[in-house]
């Protein structure tokens, strides 16, 4: 039979709303609303049935089944009137004491509602809520409902927590007790005994003839006391798992949320909800709700960039909201602005307590005031991990930094994430917010040297180089650049083969090329610079990264002139020709090499010369200058057997094939061919031999010698396969697809391109897809399917938006094969 208190509770539950906002939106009291679901109060004017129905949005009939349950409730509670008068008249007495305290008999004892007011602007976290509110469902009243809500300071744990226990605040009838343990303050963390004190205070007991003083005797009556009733405890700010076990419940009935800066992972029957920074769309949402939403949508870049400044974190949100509502006149542009400076972006954020610098601050001081030495390790490196510009931290990459073994350096890491002041994604890679970063470095600041702080970055430069030379021994280990390479200062990580080389870069390329550009601003830093370009050659050339390529050994190369390495200087003019080569960018790319042949001259070194030699004979090649190319290979060829360089005479045999082949002299192109493949077995390097099988492909099916291609190309293939280079297997990919639709036979062209674009897409080049997009256009147009073709060139159109000569490929085939629809 419907009861008015689960009728009215049922309805407000399917409506999403609290009995706070029930009560705000009928015009009722909160106290009104409790005393209706508790069934305490039976008789409500009908008036104000009607204002709950308009405010439930309910429908005719739903209204009148509430005033048919509240008339039959009228008429039940006035015969339970008539029965206690006969029994003695008591029926009035009972009545009160009910409605004033329910659990456990204690007439007259105020029901503990304690929780703080839920927040009216509470944006996202719907999952987090969802899951939450699963959790303190009342259909689990079998066990004891346990939530942990962990995260940074500042994340919106406390938030959070407060806005589901309202949420679920029904569901414990007997009342919520919040508490805050003040685990990284303000103020000292309360002890247990303290705690459990304050708890039972809050549940009506009397301590004035004194609690017992142990633990064990406080926690048993603590539970004794919550025996048989339903209460939500919401226990905020604990700083261990230690501080929030003794405050459980020992039997079902009852339920806690714990709130904690660390990971209450050793709590039994805990469901743990790890909280990120809000998504950009709820945090603009969040500075909507409180500047106010026609502004921000005024201002909707701007709205984005606060959301990115405050690195999405709701507290700052919330404070440049605050602060953004008090100045209605400013445009948020201007808050942008001001945040931009890092100096004082911690100072808009708040400078009392409640600020984000306080917050975070709280965090480091209660690792600092450990009496455990790797709490006061973690404390003393959170400076130095704040130091570099890149995205992550790898254990390694830590280990420079903080000048410790890498075991040491995992422990210090993952205590930091313990505490949230870093987070992990994926074992070994550690990620710092920015507002702890931004704290981090401030910290530096006070507490390191300058001379402190530059040796870390030193020593993470220096890594970086050891590493890269290591790996261009196993990717170019005939290279000259090797002469140029300093001894490491460190033990250099075991790398036993190229994949592993490579991946370990692929993992670390965008922190390099962040601390490259950090590193180029610094007077003491920028001297390291050069070598460290010209190490990552063998990387950049495996992976093709030309975009990182040209950034890093532009700067360099300004670097190395400036300061007078002129050998290093020579090689980076000449490494910075093959970005504008790979993207089809003669002019410059020539003008880089004859500058690079000029500074090689002017300092003696022939091997660079030859090298320089064989790469302006390539690139006059790709002009059409053949006759100016073949004199250059022809010298490259002359000065590599003056000084017995076996790698550059192999490239310049490769250099004349190329042009053979390009002038119609098939047996010479053949002969020059085999000459520089010999020397290429003879030298023991399979990726050199490849790398030459591949070249000498392209050249014969550029000539319409598409058997022989196909057989080099095959080759090629198997070798990179085995080097597990996916990047060069794309590429062979491609030109086998070429061979294949030249020789009548698409189907297995188009085998060939989309497995190329499958290799192309897992290493994300961007360049060989749009390349691979292009074949497939032709393909599929050769096939008949010239709609597939178009779509084929959109996409490399818009892979190729970096490298415009490809681009214009692209472009001019769907110009020229445009179908009206």
Not at 62 to 82: E, F, I, P, T, Y
Not at 453 to 459: N, S, V, W
Request: charge should be negative; proline fraction near 4%.
């Amino acid at each position: 039979m419907d009861t008015l208190a689960g009728l009215l509770r049922e309805y407000r539950v399917a409506a999403g709303l609290t009995q706070a906002g029930l009560a705000e939106r009928a015009g009722l009291s909160e106290q009104a609303i409790s005393l209706l679901e508790r069934g305490t109060r039976r008789r409500p004017r009908v008036d104000t049935i009607e204002a709950l129905g308009i405010a439930l949005g309910l429908r005719a009939e739903q209204v009148d089944r509430l005033l048919n349950v509240a008339k039959a409730g009228a008429q039940g509670s006035r015969a339970g009137a008539k029965g206690f008068g006969a029994a003695g008249g008591a029926g009035s007495l009972l009545g009160s004491a009910v409605a004033v305290g329910q659990a456990g008999g204690d007439v007259g004892r105020v029901l503990p509602r304690q929780l703080p007011p839920t927040l009216s602007d509470f944006a996202g976290r719907a999952g987090e809520v969802a899951e939450l509110v699963k959790v303190f469902a009342a259909t689990q009243p079998e066990k004891v409902q346990l939530a942990a809500v962990t995260g940074m300071g500042g994340v919106g744990k406390t938030t959070l927590a407060v806005h589901v226990a309202h949420l679920v605040g029904d569901n414990f009838p007997d009342g919520q007790l919040y508490l805050d343990l003040r685990g990284y303050g303000p103020g000292t963390p309360l002890s247990p005994v303290d705690a459990l004190s304050q708890l039972l205070r809050s549940l009506g007991l009397d301590d004035d003839r004194g609690f017992p003083s142990g633990i064990n005797e406080l926690a048993g009556l603590y539970r004794s006391r919550l025996a048989g009733q339903r209460i939500l405890i919401l226990l905020d700010n604990a700083n261990s798992a230690s501080q929030v076990l003794p405050l459980l419940p020992g039997v079902p009935g009852s339920a806690v949320i714990a709130t904690s800066r660390r990971a209450l992972t050793t709590l039994p029957g805990f469901r743990h909800i790890a909280l990120a920074p809000l998504s950009e769309e709820d945090s603009v949402e969040l500075l909507a709700t409180i500047a106010g939403r026609q502004r921000v949508t005024a201002e909707d870049a701007a709205a984005r960039s606060i959301a990115q400044l405050t690195g999405r974190l709701p507290l700052a949100v919330r404070l440049i909201g605050a602060r953004l509502a008090a100045r209605p006149s400013w445009p948020i542009e201007h808050m942008v602005r001001q945040l931009k400076d890092e100096h004082r972006r911690l100072d808009e954020f708040g400078t009392g307590e409640s600020g984000v610098r306080a917050n975070i601050a709280g965090t480091a001081e209660f690792l600092a005031n450990s009496n455990q030495r790797l709490d006061r390790r973690a404390a003393a490196a959170l400076s130095l991990l704040g130091l570099p510009d890149g995205s992550d931290l790898s254990a390694l990459t830590a280990a420079q930094l903080l000048d410790v073994s890498d075991d040491e350096a995992e422990q210090i890491l993952e205590r930091l994430v313990d505490l949230n002041l870093l987070s992990s994604g994926v074992p070994g890679r550690y990620r710092m917010h920015d507002l702890i970063r931004t704290y981090a470095r401030e910290r530096a600041g006070q507490t390191l040297s300058q001379g402190a702080r530059t040796d870390a970055l030193a020593r993470v430069l220096q890594h970086y180089t050891a590493v890269a030379w290591r790996s261009q021994q196993l990717t170019h280990p005939e290279s000259r650049r090797h002469a140029l390479a300093s001894p490491p200062a460190r033990a250099v990580p075991v790398l036993p083969d190229v994949q592993t080389a490579l991946t370990l870069l692929d993992h670390e390329r965008a922190n390099i090329l962040a601390l490259v550009q950090q590193a180029s601003a610094s007077a003491e830093l920028r001297g390291l610079v050069p070598e460290l370009a010209i190490a990552l050659f063998g990387y950049v050339e495996a992976r093709s990264r030309w975009i990182e390529m040209r950034t890093i050994d532009r700067l360099a190369r300004d670097i190395a002139g400036d300061l007078g390495y002129d050998r290093l200087a020579a090689w980076l003019e000449h490494d910075l020709a093959i970005p504008d080569a790979e993207g089809g960018d003669l002019d410059p790319s020539l003008d880089h090499l004859r500058a690079s042949l000029r500074m090689f001259q002017a300092i003696e070194d022939l091997p660079g010369q030859a090298r320089c030699c064989t790469s302006l004979s390539y690139v006059l090649e790709l002009m059409g200058r053949l006759d100016e190319a073949l004199e250059w290979a022809e010298e490259a060829l002359a000065l590599s057997l003056r000084i017995g360089d076996q790698t550059v005479v192999g490239i310049s045999h490769l250099a004349l094939g190329r042009l053979h082949s390009r002038r119609g002299e098939y047996e010479l192109a053949r002969e020059s061919f085999d000459l520089s493949l010999v020397l290429a077995e003879k030298s023991g390097n399979p990726r050199s031999l490849a790398k030459r099988l591949q070249i000498a492909g392209q050249a014969y099916m550029e000539a319409g010698h598409h058997e022989a291609a196909m057989e080099m190309e095959r080759k090629s293939f198997d070798i990179f396969a085995q080097l597990e280079d996916g990047n060069a297997q794309a590429e062979c990919l491609q030109h086998l697809a070429t061979s294949y639709l030249a020789l009548g036979d698409p189907v297995a062209a188009a085998e060939q391109a989309e497995a190329g674009l499958r290799l192309a897409r897992s290493f994300g080049n961007q360049q060989r897809e749009g390349l691979l997009l292009i074949e497939l256009g032709r393909i599929r147009l050769a096939s008949g399917d010239p709609t597939g073709a178009t779509t084929a060139w959109r996409q490399a159109a818009r892979s190729l938006h970096d490298f415009p000569h490809d681009e214009a490929i692209a472009q001019t085939l769907l110009t020229e094969h445009r179908r009206e629809p």
